[in-house]
């Protein structure tokens, strides 16, 4: 690794060493980390406008061309006929649906701009929409990749071990998505082992794919057990989530249309997230990326409320750029903020809910990832997002889920949730008592105000190392890998499995088991 973000780099292997031989009896205890309860960051800061009004409206007028004139592929019949009997345009024998700007506009204005995902420990509830966050753990990482054992393909051991450090951090508020694909589950049956994990080895709120209609239809069942709801309350109270991407550039297919008709008739919440990547699928300009971006969420968000009218979605905005000299995705590029503030520009228009990603695409814990991952954290915020993917672990483009990587990005979302924090300015922090008592050329270690707020005056990070010099060196000088990779295994110590009423462990227990006995969902292998 080269270009570290510490003092050091991992060449220096003998201080590195010394430095994990002295941490080695450390035990997980609470002051290793320091986190407050589980609640949802507020944005406190008005969310940032990287284009004018006008610009907006012309990113928009474009958008609503795209539909009405170039038209947007339907690969699915049911869809289809639904979006003519509202009135859209398609072509008989052909896939392409055209819809004119009135349609689209009626239809999403019937989506709600604010509501509650319920989890399965109601503690756990999650607002979307208004000044509420919510962070995910990453998602879908074909990989899995730690110092000791290097990248492998994800299994269920790591898989598993993903979801209980996503537990264990109060910052981590959702699971939207497999963190690791654990790919030594055969693929028939695979949804319903990891599904059943997330719920009991999690209570949050957690996701199902859309790859085919029994995967869905499968997930919503253990979502509706989880949380203990006969069928006509399931279809009333969202509690999971799913994310529909298109097919950029103007395609819906099959499984993402069968995910969203399902989800929107059981009422359930779909994130609807193109991937446009600025020189690749979608127009080399960030406008023409947005337009395109826009084009399609809209689509598939108007789509859901043909559906069912009033289904939560979330506005989804994944734009990005790619090396032009390569071809490969890039993020944390200053293309990529500058697309994640004119998303959340976007969904406030529709008055809808944003999704927005912390990514990168460094290959290693380094300099490289924690800039990447901090820059598309911050474009995420300051443009007004409500649910943050991939917020913890993210590394290689997606490619891999890195156990180092979650522990920084927790040190990074617990700062970022530190700094959402509203300041006190009352009476008693304005200190002037305190300052009275010390007066000219004194200090405040000693009085009565800072012994009685010392413990959690500030925020205590979890990965940065705050010791001088000397006292560091003394203690083999440990760079935040060698931290990291130590604090991941000593989270996985400290996680207790959330409690499960044993019906409902039962229940899913005996749906499992039947659902494998009929071979689960269809595969071609």
Known sequence: MTGDIETGSLSEKAPARRGRRRRGGEKAT???????????????????????????????DASMRVLEEIGIDFLHEEAKELLKAAGAVVTPGEDRVRMDRAMVEELVAKAPGEFTIRARNRAHDLQIGGDAIAFSCVASAPNAVDRDDGRRPGNQEDYRNFLKLS????????????PVEPVDIHASIRHLDCIADMVRLTDKVFH?????????????????????????EFVKTPCVATVINTSSPLRLDTPMLQG??????????????PFTLAGAMAPVTIAGALTLQNAEALAGIAFAQIVRPGVPVVYGGFTSNVDMKSGAPAFGTPEYMKAAIVGGQLARRYGLPYRSSGVCAANTVDYQAALETTLSEWGAITGGGHIIKHAAGWLEGGLSAGFEKFITDIDLLQKIAEYLTPLDVSEEALALEAIKDVGPAGHFFGTEHTQARYKDAFYAPIVSDWRNYETWAEAGSPIAYDKANMLYKKALEAYEPPALDPAIDDELTAFVERRKAEGGAPTDF
């Open 260 to 273: 969203l008709i399902e989800m929107a008739k059981a009422g359930q919440v779909s994130v609807v997230t």
């Open 30 to 60: 609470p002051e290793l980390f320091p986190q407050k309860p589980f609640k949802q960051p507020r944005h406190v800061f008005k969310p940032l406008e990287a284009v004018s009004a006008d610009e907006l409206e012309a990113i928009h």
């Open 208 to 232: 199902i794919y859309s790859l085919g209609r029994e995967r869905n239809l499968d997930g919503l069942e253990i979502a509706r057990i989880a949380n203990g709801l006969s069928p006509e």
């Open 167 to 178: 537990q264990f951090f109060n910052i981590i508020h959702c699971i939207m998505g497999y």
